[in-house]
């Protein structure tokens, strides 16, 4: 299960850090990513985060956004930076393997 937190409306230039809960597996094993989505157009992959630590992004978010993790408490982060108008979208999170998804998150980046 997930459980998105902490999208809303943000200027472009403008930062938002989302949260997912994650529960139901080892998430200390788990290899988790954030994805997004339009209405209308497929899902995005946009990073991934290994348990060792290990990250990728796709290019359109490279040095602006950085994914993070409290295996403590099974929490995924995304901080995002330097947001533009093409950054809107609903944000999901999910294990890597996982057919489930959460509820998602919106992020609007607009005047």
């Known amino acids: 299960q997930y459980v998105e937190s902490g999208g809303g409306l943000v200027q472009p230039g403008g930062s938002l850090r989302l949260s997912c809960a994650a529960s139901?597996?080892?998430?200390?094993?788990?290899?988790m990513t954030w994805h997004r989505q339009v209405p209308g157009e497929a899902r995005e992959w946009v990073a991934t985060?290994?348990?060792?630590?290990?990250?990728f992004y796709t290019d359109s978010v490279k040095d602006r956004f950085t994914i993070s993790r409290d295996d403590d408490n099974g929490t995924l982060y995304l901080q995002m930076n330097s947001l533009k108008p093409g950054d809107t979208a609903g944000y999901y999170c999910?294990?890597?393997?996982?057919?489930?998804w959460g509820q998602g998150n919106q992020v609007t980046v607009s005047l």
């Open positions: 999910q294990g890597a393997g996982s057919t489930a």
């Open positions: 139901g597996f080892s998430f200390t094993e788990a290899i």
């Open positions: 985060m290994f348990p060792g630590g290990a990250t």
